[in-house]
């Protein structure tokens, strides 16, 4: 099973304030996805990110959301003005050993947001 | 459009019961991929099985199966002989070949009893 970190496990912050989460494989892959949990809910796909292009995004995808892979290893995924509705675990995963967008995508261990 | 139910929101069995989670799922496309992942306590997701829509064999993993029938969309998961460590949250989950994101059920909860 491939590797992910992701930084900070917990971030608290100022409704209107910027966030940025991070993902880092340990080995390079040139797929990531961003996965967000509201409390107690469903799992929800937000993007994909393949060769530095997003390839697919859903509609919580907003404005408000960006990725970009900003020194060819982490991955950030950054929320420009936070909203209380944002609170939630946001997961970054990547595919297996493969590496292809067909593979199993393996989670990393979270980032829980807070905003307040 | 592309929909994974879990009707079991919790369940709760006492340690050595088996349990069956169920999933059933809805997609246009004829070829696509279904999952199993483990949510613990502690939060992370833990991927468990992956099965391809061509291939119905069902699959054991020690304490662990599933159970894939395409006629009906379900895609079952038994646990055999349940243990405490098993308590967690059982997402059951769909992608499309073709496509990049995975559609989650709502999961099921799982609490198994001393």
């Known amino acids: 099973e491939p590797e992910v970190t992701q930084t900070p496990s917990h971030q608290v912050t100022q409704m209107g304030q910027e966030v940025i989460l991070r993902c880092v494989p340990i080995?390079?892959?040139?797929?990531f996805y961003w996965y967000r949990q509201i409390l107690g809910q469903k799992v929800e796909f937000l993007v994909s990110f393949y060769n530095n292009e997003i390839s697919e995004k859903s509609e919580i995808f907003d404005d408000q959301f960006s990725v970009e892979r900003p020194d060819g290893s982490n991955f950030t995924l950054k929320i420009r003005s936070t909203k209380l509705e944002d609170s939630a675990m946001y997961f970054c995963a990547i595919p297996g050993f493969s590496g292809g967008a067909s593979d199993t995508q393996y989670f990393g261990p979270g980032t829980r947001l807070t905003v307040l | 459009a592309q929909k994974v139910t879990q009707a079991q929101t919790e369940i709760s069995v006492v340690e050595k019961e088996d349990v069956t989670l169920d999933c059933v799922y809805e997609?246009?496309?004829?070829?696509?991929?279904l999952f199993w992942y483990k949510q613990p306590p502690s939060g992370e997701l833990v991927f468990l099985i992956r099965?391809?829509?061509?291939?119905?064999q069902n699959e054991i993993s020690g304490r662990y199966s599933w159970n894939f029938q395409k006629s009906t969309s379900s895609f079952n998961f038994t646990i055999t002989a349940s243990q405490v460590v098993d308590s967690a949250v059982y997402f059951c989950?769909?992608?499309?070949?073709?496509?990049?994101?995975?559609?989650f059920g709502a999961g099921t909860r799982l609490f198994v009893k001393a």
């Open positions: 989950a769909l992608r499309d070949t073709g496509g990049f994101k995975t559609i």
């Open positions: 099965r391809n829509s061509f291939d119905e």
């Open positions: 080995s390079n892959h040139l797929y």
């Open positions: 997609t246009r496309d004829t070829t696509y991929y």
